[in-house]
């Protein structure tokens, strides 16, 4: 089965028939799916590989799934990515400590890699709000190691979640009580900021959580803990158009309703590190999992913000 349901309202969000397919294989840490529905085709990393790869699904009826190339190499061990108000590519790179914004004729600009003076940690996600600012996070895991960056000094005195300001371009801290933070995500009318914490992966005293932030313009509030991952910890997550939160965890995809409630998950056959909606419809679920892309269709669809 590649469903497993905790609540009888998982039941209208999948077909019990519809299955995961494994689309493609051959990656070391498969991490930051972003879909370009104007290019029909997901882009996602292999970050240990230093590489990015393009993804584009084949027309609907034909035999094959679709066919996957290297969309840039090196990549500067980019892991997350999304696209700005504009379509542009926004990525965190781990090679470079930095966020960039790849520009429609292929050069980069660099939005920020340093804070107060110091570099920054390893910029891990990033989620572009309806007013253009780039909000992101900035754990260590790029620079504790040569496997996903380089190894190296970390600066900062913090691991925080930061706001690039669309005007002024000025950096700033909005949250800085994390021990690892991870995925972002913002609720459809983005009143709330979901941020998963994941130090679990490296500390198992410390509980793999979702935080749920109210947003007032630039600054955040409360920080409870909105939901727990039972197996694994929460890395990538997203949010459907009805506000329920999809995360990643070992054993697959988690869902959650609005309140925090365990609805079911998608089981997939190896590590989920995270996941996008994508498709004509947004109702096609796109997971990166260890070494491979995974991908299953279902009966809800990613939300779009204002």
Same mark, same amino acid.
Request: hydrophobic share 35%; with cysteine.
């Given at each position: ?104 004729? /292929?050069?980069?600009?660099? +939005? ?120 694994? +910890? ?24 609005? /309140? ?32 491979? +892309? ?13």
């Amino acid at each position: 089965m590649d469903f497993e349901q905790f609540d009888k309202g998982f039941r209208d969000l999948h077909v019990a028939s519809a299955h995961v397919d494994c689309l493609w294989t051959g990656a070391r840490w498969t991490e930051g799916p972003v879909w370009f529905a104007d290019m029909n085709c997901l882009l996602f990393s292999d970050i240990p590989n230093n590489r990015m790869m393009r993804f584009a699904p084949d027309p609907v009826g034909s035999d094959g799934m679709g066919t996957v190339s290297v969309f840039r190499a090196p990549s500067n061990f980019a892991n997350g990515h999304t696209r700005d108000r504009q379509g542009r590519l926004v990525s965190c790179q781990h090679g470079t400590r930095s966020v960039t914004r790849t520009e429609w004729d /292929g050069s980069i600009t660099v +939005l920020a890699d340093a804070y107060q003076g110091r570099r920054l940690n390893a910029p891990n996600d990033v989620v572009v709000s309806s007013d253009g600012a780039v909000w992101f996070t900035d754990p260590t895991y790029g620079s504790m190691s040569d496997y996903e960056g380089f190894r190296g000094e970390i600066e900062q005195d913090a691991r925080n979640v930061f706001r690039i300001d669309p005007q002024s371009g000025a950096l700033e801290v909005v949250c800085d009580d994390f021990t690892q933070p991870n995925g972002l995500a913002f609720s459809p009318d983005e009143r709330f900021l979901y941020i998963a914490d994941s130090a679990f992966s490296h500390d198992p005293d410390f509980p793999p959580i979702v935080r749920r932030f109210a947003v007032d313009g630039k600054r955040l509030s409360g920080g409870e803990e909105f939901c727990r991952i039972d197996t694994g +910890l929460p890395d990538g997550i997203r949010i459907d158009d009805e506000g329920r939160l999809w995360s990643s965890a070992f054993d697959g995809v988690h869902c959650f309703d609005t /309140g925090g409630t365990l609805l079911g998950k998608v089981k997939v056959p190896e590590v989920v590190s995270n996941l996008c909606f994508g498709g004509p419809m947004r109702n096609r679920l796109y997971m990166t999992g260890t070494t491979s +892309l995974y991908a299953v269709t279902l009966c809800v669809n990613g939300a779009q913000r204002p």
